[in-house]
């Protein structure tokens, strides 16, 4: 008779082995970038056969998709706030969350973004995701200290969301701007909402955004 502990083994081989394939294609990305990412470069990188990425993945175009996704699915969780982190603290945890998950994933981001997949309708429907996600937590952090959210303030988180990723892009593609000066410019821009929040947001978003010390 098998064991259970078998047949738990045997049930999440596949998604081991899709894994391992999965981390020998993002390695292959980060040193070469997703255009010239292939199911050959990946079962050369991992041992495996052409014909195993080609099972677990389907084309090349799925495959870059695929990683892809993964890095989307990376930035979402880490942009997710533990609950018991001090309102006034989120957005510069979330920010930095943000460009860890980034610059881990840079050639990824870069081709996200600007590359190969910035125009691939379910990478992009992916990323509005988060962004959609990011934009409700920011206004319904509002909602939290007592006040309405507003479409105006909406608007203006979304168009916050898009700066970062505008000149984040811009960052990772050749920038000599340390990350800590790229983090404090980042959160300096945030004064953009300050019309739109009551205290204490108010005042929390403008420390934020004070000079560095």
């Not at 008779?1 to 082995?17: C, G, K, N, Q």
């Not at 319904?140 to 979304?158: D, K, M």
């Not at 920038?175 to 821009?189: F, G, I, Q, Y």
Request: proline share 5%; net charge negative.
């Amino acid at each position: 008779m098998v064991s259970a502990t078998t047949l738990s083994r045997t049930r999440h081989e596949p998604a081991d082995r899709r894994r391992q394939l999965l981390d020998a294609a993002l390695a292959e990305v980060e040193e070469s970038g997703l255009d010239t990412l292939t199911p050959a470069a990946v079962a050369a990188r991992s041992g495996a056969s052409k014909a195993l990425v080609f099972h677990y993945f389907g084309s090349t175009v799925k495959l870059r998709r695929t990683v892809a996704l993964d890095a989307v699915t990376h930035l979402d969780a880490a942009l997710r706030p533990s609950e018991d982190v001090p309102l006034a603290e989120r957005p510069e945890l979330a920010l930095a969350a943000f460009l860890d998950s980034v610059t881990a994933h840079r050639r990824v981001w870069e081709d996200v973004w600007r590359g190969a997949l910035a125009s691939d309708d379910v990478t992009q429907e992916a990323l509005e995701q988060v962004r959609s996600a990011l934009v409700g937590r920011m206004t319904a952090t509002a909602g939290v200290i007592g006040f309405t959210p507003s479409s105006r303030l909406q608007l203006l988180a979304r168009g916050w969301v898009a700066l970062v990723e505008n000149v984040t892009a811009g960052w990772l593609g050749g920038c000599d701007v340390a990350r800590a000066e790229l983090e404090r410019l980042l959160l300096s821009s945030l004064v953009v909402l300050v019309p739109e929040l009551p205290e204490p947001a108010r005042s929390a978003v403008l420390r934020l955004a004070g000079p560095a010390d």
